[in-house]
Structures are given as structure tokens and as C-alpha cells.
């Protein structure tokens, strides 16, 4: 098999992770937001340094992988920054829209993404009265600045109703003719008869669509000119991949989260742990989750920004705080996030132009980082501009001596995370912490003892934790349609057109539905109760159903293409650490004690030392505390177990 690359687009750098054979390669790029097919081909052609000793042999890498699979936190900032096309809804006539606009998130979303570009039709009129009405709506909607319509009819048969309207309005505004605004049905996106939550799922996929169209198209685009073997796969909130042309745009959202997650999920299962609280540190965001017996917990029907959409969703938890979060002070009490500095300017320690306080820049100060070091040794560090951040922005302004300032930012960021943390679930002896991302190793001790934990695991690829995620993703496609009719029958015959669907979808990712595992169930939504059922062979349906129960069939049918294999643990022989330096770190305000570094590409399985210690790899830093002892696994993972009170 040829290689696999897989890549993690985040706010501030983007993560790339390379399994050739049973070797693994991975590198960081700095995000380049205003163009991100740059730091996309900026990473590939530091992979190709690696593997091949230069940059110049990107086409060689390209042409002997066989998949590239590749997440993105696009949809995630544009419908946090609010940046995407203007929309438009078309909906019948004395629609209630407070359904669209219950209290909360929902209201502001719909004010911001949509507004007061809506039009109505009258589902009484036919012939031609109903083509001039339906053309007056749409007229009416494109006047008002609508790029993107959406169809919505809250009917019970919306769908052959939407039909019907998409029908008039592609004969009417024919779709070869400069001008014409695209126009979606809710109905085609999503077969869900909650009217809510259909909508809002085919309002934001609408939101989300262009500008990841856009990037996605051009870097595929590129890549082909490289003549790579296959086509880009996107990686999905579901856990699935399949290329550009077969992927949903809102399925894009928070992918990358979910990414981290199914590694974690993965090794927990090598380690047999049975509770793992997870948390991801970004440059602007901690994404939190949690498995419990295997199983990462997830909603039925997911929430983006806070409103119900009608897919499943892994339960993660966003909180804003990262590694470039804005520590600032109203004068009485510090603030973490959710502002960020990003990749540019960055903190000011980059020397790039930043001038607010992170805590990149405290862990400078306090002697942690080197500037040697730090981000493989491609970022020079400025420790002036590090102090001048923290004194003018911090010290000052409270009254604070320099020392003073770190200390009480270093524990409001530390808090924060360790606040997430703890509303996300329950923390007793039985849980073990997961940290990971680029500043997930930095406070990984202190971050437990503020939550009560007693075990952490920092992943040996922990750096690039969610790119090494995204290779347990099999090629996929998941349908899900309702069971109108509560029969075997009924079910036999939807069993057979999903599998034709999968059939066709497949066959475009170059895939025989033969080749695919297929996995049936029954979603029965009963009331409140929502349970899954598997279906068998024989394909009849697995439950009792009652006549008001609502039935969805869910079909996945994918394809494994490889993934990481994580090495044995269990049987280290414990041993020393090896020591590459001694760094002096501040730990009061005239204090400096000689700390030990480690590398871990130095180590061992089975070397354990105590804390205090810095941990150090190319792309990660941690300070273990006292009272923490620290080995390394044969998976060549960081195991943080506290070794004594005090």
C-alpha cells in the first residue's frame, strides 16, 4: 500500500501526520488564513523534506500516496466570524417563523444569516398564478440581496411539495443564465420532518457551502495537477471521509474536534482505559469530550452554534482558551479568550507584530520554552517583547510586580480549561485525562491537580494528535431516511435503494459496494425516547414500533483504508530518563531552580522520572510538576500518574 497523509486544518497552524509503511512522519505549518491552499502545500513540502531529504520531491511524495484525508475548522470560523453569503428562505404563505426563531442562539443566527430576505408563496394558487407567484418571491428575495436561497414548506409533504416549487423555478431561472441565484430545498438536504431543525440544517449548510467549495475545489485541483492517485477526501463531523464532490458541507463543521476524538477514542481502547475526559489546545480553542467504554459520546441530532441540526454530532465542547488566547484585565480581574492573536501576528514573544499577552509568552518568561527549541527550532523567540506584552498589559495595569502577573495568568488560563473540563463530566479515580494539541502537554499536571485528576496521557504524537485521529476514518457514506410505512416490506425495499445509492456513491470513489462493509439500524424516536437498533440479514425490522413512533433507517456503507498501529504497552522495563540539558525556570518572584530536560525522541519505553521536568519534542512542551511521576510508554506516550500529596 502507498502512503497516507493526513491533515488537520486549525485557526492558528495546521497539523500533517504521514504513514509510510510502518514509519510515521509529522510536521506543523503555520495557517495561513487569507490563502489556506498555502500553509495545505507549505506542510507537504515540509513532509517531503522529511521523508526524502528534500523540498523539491513533493511530486514523488504526491504520486506515491494513496489517500490524502483532510479536515478543516472553514465552516467552524465562518459561521463564527458571520463570514459567508448573504441567504434568502422562501417559504409558504403564514408560515410561522418563531419556530425558526426560538429564544437564545437561534435568534441572532437567523438575524445575522438571514434577516429579512423572505419570501412567501401562496400553496392555494395553481398553473400559472402559482409560477407567478413563486417567480415574484424569488425576484423579491433576490432584491433584497440574497445570493443563496432556501426552500422550506412545513408540510407534512414538504418534500414532494419542494419538489414541485424547484421544478417552476428551474424552468423559470434557468441555471446557464449569468445572475441567477441558486436556490436549495430543505427537503433534499435533510429528510427529517422536524421543521426547525430541517431548516436550520439546510440554512447553514447553504452558509457554509461556498467559500469550503471554493478552497476545496482549488486544492483538489492542485493536487491533480501533481497527478496524485486519488482524490482529496474531507473528513466528517460523522467520522467518516469522502472526496469534495460527495461531502456536505455542514458535515465539515467541527470536524476537526471529531478528528481528535477518534484517536482518542483508539487509544484508549490499546490502553483498556474505561473513562477518558479529553481536551484539545489549540492556538484558539480547548476542544473537550469524553468515551466511556469505548464509545465517544454523541448526539443523535447535533448542535452548530448552539441550534439543533438534524445529524449526528460528536458531544464536544468548545471552550476559548488556547495556546494564542488574549490574556487581558478590566483593571480588576484577568480574562482568557476568546479573542486570539492566531499564527499572525501571534504572540508577542513571535516578534510579528503582536502586542497582547499569551500564555506562550508566560511560559517564555518563566524559562519553560527555548527559543531553540520551540516549534522545531523555526521560531525565534523574543523574550523582550514577551516581558513588554506581560507588563503593560497585565503587571501594570493591577499594580503587580512582573512575577506576580505570570503567576495569576498562568492560573485563570489553567482554570479555564480546568472549568471546561469538569462540566463536561464527572472526574473521579477511574478517569484519565487525555491531553493533547499543541499546548495540550504545556500544564498537563497542573491542569489535573485544578480538576482533581490522578493520570494523565499526553499521546507521543500528541502535537498533531487530531491528523493522527483523522487515519481511523474509513472511507464512507452514511444515509439516513425515514420509514414511512412501519412494514417489512417497506423496509426491505428502502434497504435496496440505499444500497443502490451506495452503490453509485462508492463506485465515484473509484470503491465496488462489494468491497464495503455495511452496517444497517433503525433510529425508533418514541416521545422523548430515542433508541438505535441494529437490523439483521434477514432484514425485518428489529423492534416493536408503535403507529406515532417516528423510524429512520441509518446505512453506512464504507471502506477501511489503513490507519495507524499503535505499538505494544504493557511490558517496559523501567529505566532512567535521558537527560539532554538543564533549563533554569522562575518558580517565585526571585527563584530559580535548574530544571531537567527531556526529549522524548531520546527515550526509552519504560523511562520514568519524577517532576519537576520539562518534556520536549519537536512541536510540543510540557512541564511536569512535582509530585508527578512521568514514563514513557511503549506506544511511546507520556503517562502522568500523581506519585505523592503535596
Known amino acids: 500500500m502507498g502512503k497516507l497523509i493526513n491533515i488537520d486544518n486549525g485557526g492558528t497552524l495546521t497539523d500533517f501526520c504521514a504513514l509510510d509503511g510502518d514509519k510515521i512522519y509529522h510536521t506543523k505549518a503555520l495557517t495561513t488564513p487569507f490563502d489556506l491552499s498555502k500553509c495545505f502545500f507549505d506542510g507537504i513540502k515540509k513532509l517531503a523534506r522529511d521523508i526524502y531529504g528534500d523540498e523539491k520531491y513533493v511530486d514523488e511524495l504526491l504520486q506515491t500516496t494513496d489517500y490524502i ?22 417559504i409558504e404563505r403564514g408560515a410561522d417563523l418563531s419556530k425558526l426563531k426560538t429564544p437564545g442562539a437561534e435568534t441572532s443566527l437567523f438575524e445575522d444569516l438571514v434577516a429579512d430576505r423572505i419570501g412567501e408563496i401562496d400553496l392555494s394558487l395553481e398553473g400559472s398564478e402559482a409560477e407567478m407567484d413563486i417567480v415574484s418571491a ?77 478552497f476545496l475545489y482549488s486544492a483538489d485541483h492542485r493536487l491533480k495537477s501533481h497527478k496524485t492517485r486519488n482524490p482529496l477526501l474531507i473528513f466528517r463531523n460523522d467520522g467518516g471521509s469522502a472526496r ?29 482505559f474505561k473513562k477518558v475526559l479529553s481536551y484539545d489546545v489549540g492556538g484558539t480553542s480547548t476542544d473537550i469530550g469524553m468515551v466511556t467504554d469505548g464509545v465517544l459520546v454523541s448526539d443523535i441530532y447535533g448542535h452548530v452554534e448552539g441550534v439543533e441540526v438534524s445529524f449526528p454530532m460528536a458531544d464536544i465542547v468548545s471552550a476559548g482558551v488556547g495556546g494564542s488566547s488574549i490574556i487581558a484585565t478590566d483593571g480588576h480581574n484577568i480574562t482568557v479568550g476568546p479573542q486570539s492573536v492566531g499564527a499572525a501576528p501571534g504572540p508577542a514573544c513571535f516578534g510579528l507584530g503582536g502586542k497582547m499577552a499569551t500564555i506562550t509568552d508566560v511560559f517564555l518568561l518563566f524559562g519553560v520554552l527555548d527559543s531553540t527549541t520551540y516549534f522545531g527550532g523555526e521560531l525565534n523567540l523574543d523574550v523582550d517583547r514577551a516581558k513588554e ?23 485563570a488560563w489553567v482554570e479555564k480549561i480546568a472549568i471546561g473540563l469538569k462540566r463536561c463530566g464527572d472526574i473521579d479515580d477511574e478517569t484519565t485525562l487525555f491531553g493533547f494539541g499543541g499546548a495540550g502537554a504545556l500544564a498537563a499536571t497542573r491542569i489535573a491537580d485544578a480538576t482533581g485528576a490522578k493520570r494523565v496521557v499526553i499521546p507521543g504524537l500528541g502535537a498533531v494528535f487530531s491528523a493522527v485521529g483523522i487515519g481511523f476514518s474509513p472511507l464512507s457514506q452514511v444515509y439516513r431516511f425515514t ?38 439500524s433503525l433510529l425508533r424516536i418514541r416521545r422523548d425516547d430515542e433508541q438505535q437498533f441494529s437490523i439483521d440479514v434477514e432484514g425485518s425490522i428489529p423492534c416493536d414500533l408503535e403507529s406515532e413512533d417516528r423510524v429512520v433507517l441509518v446505512y453506512e456503507a464504507r ?47 519504560g523511562a520514568m522520572t519524577d517532576g519537576p521536568v520539562i518534556i520536549e519534542e519537536a512541536f510540543f512542551t510540557g512541564f511536569v510538576d512535582e509530585g508527578w511521576r512521568l514514563t514513557v510508554s511503549g506506544n511511546r506516550d507520556l503517562i502522568l500518574k500523581k506519585h505523592f500529596e503535596g
Open 389 to 411: 506584552a506581560a507588563l503593560s498589559n497585565i503587571a501594570e495595569p493591577l499594580g503587580l510586580s512582573l512575577h506576580q502577573a505570570l503567576e495569576k495568568m498562568f492560573n
Open 69 to 90: 484525508r483532510y479536515s478543516t475548522t472553514q465552516g467552524t470560523n465562518a459561521l463564527v466570524e458571520r463570514k459567508g453569503p448573504r441567504l434568502g428562505l422562501l
Open 483 to 520: 420509514l414511512d410505512e412501519h412494514s417489512n416490506e417497506a423496509l426491505g425495499n428502502l434497504l435496496l435503494r440505499m444500497r443502490q445509492r451506495a452503490a453509485r456513491d462508492m463506485f465515484a470513489e473509484g470503491v465496488d459496494i462489494d468491497e464495503c462493509i455495511i452496517e444497517t
Open 138 to 214: 424569488v425576484n423579491r428575495i433576490a432584491t433584497a440581496g440574497a445570493s443563496r436561497i432556501i426552500l422550506s414548506i412545513n408540510k407534512v409533504d414538504f418534500k414532494d411539495i419542494e419538489t414541485r416549487i424547484c421544478r417552476i423555478i428551474g424552468r423559470k431561472f434557468p441555471s446557464h443564465l449569468l445572475g441567477v441565484v441558486p436556490v436549495m430545498a430543505a427537503g433534499e438536504l435533510a429528510d427529517d420532518p422536524v421543521y426547525g431543525r430541517r431548516t436550520w440544517s439546510a440554512i447553514m449548510n447553504a452558509f457554509l457551502h461556498p467559500s469550503m467549495e471554493r
Open 244 to 272: 469534495v464532490a460527495k461531502t456536505m458541507a455542514l458535515k465539515s463543521y467541527s470536524s476537526g474536534p471529531r478528528a481528535g476524538m477518534e484517536g482518542v477514542r483508539a487509544l484508549a481502547e490499546h490502553y483498556g
Open 559 to 605: 471502506k477501511n483504508i489503513g490507519n495507524l498501529q499503535f505499538a505494544e504497552v504493557g511490558k517496559e522495563t523501567s529505566q532512567e530518563v535521558k537527560v539532554s540539558s538543564v533549563r533554569q525556570v522562575t518558580t517565585d518572584e526571585n527563584n530559580l531552580i535548574n530544571v531537567p530536560v527531556i526529549r522524548l525522541e531520546d527515550q526509552q519505553p
